[in-house]
């Protein structure tokens, strides 16, 4: 009855460390990804889509944002800030992140923007859209970060487009969702 009982506790060992492994994979795997701005893109209808590039790779996620987004993303990349950050670093905060990390059902993409407390209370996570929490990265010098999952989801190698028309993707897919303003 004894090597029954060694040879069960050994496939148990076997299987927790086969677990372990796979969590952490899962850990590495969802680390988030950054993400520069590319440019932005003045659509023939009339939307304004921002450009993100993931850092190293080869993938690009379009983003939908409002003519005002635009217009304070264009300003942040000319290193002129607004009311918004004049108002975080008055109170004695500042931007830590922005990040990009979850879609709801319409395939719109939802944000959040990472304040550090002037209170020494941390950081604070704020919903926001996803062009108001680039415009406020951007202003700030703060990373721009999305979760691995949503960029799998909603990002597109240039590989695929240069392989690709645009009339075949758009079969493929349910279109991104437009803003209208």
Known sequence: ???????????????AAVALSGLALKAAASEPVALDLQ????TRSGQDVA?????????????????????????ARRGQSGLTQATIDALGGRVVRASIDGMADDRA???????????GRGEVRL?????????LAMQAGAPI?????????????????????????????????VLDM
């Not at 009855?1 to 299987?15: H, S």
């Open 1 to 15: 009855m004894e090597p029954r009982g060694w040879f069960v506790g050994l496939v148990l060992i076997a299987c």
């Open 39 to 42: 440019g932005i893109v003045h």
């Open 51 to 75: 450009i993100l590039a993931e850092r190293g790779g080869a993938r690009r996620l379009p983003v939908p944002v409002s003519r005002i987004e635009a217009q304070l993303i264009e300003r």
């Open 109 to 119: 993409l939802r944000g959040h923007l990472c304040i550090a407390s002037g209170l």
């Open 127 to 135: 919903d926001a859209a996803p062009g108001e929490a680039l415009a």
């Open 145 to 177: 970060e999305i979760d691995p999952v949503v960029l799998d989801e909603a990002g597109l190698s240039l590989d695929h487009l240069r392989g690709r028309s645009v009339g075949s993707r758009q079969r493929e897919v349910a279109p991104a969702p």
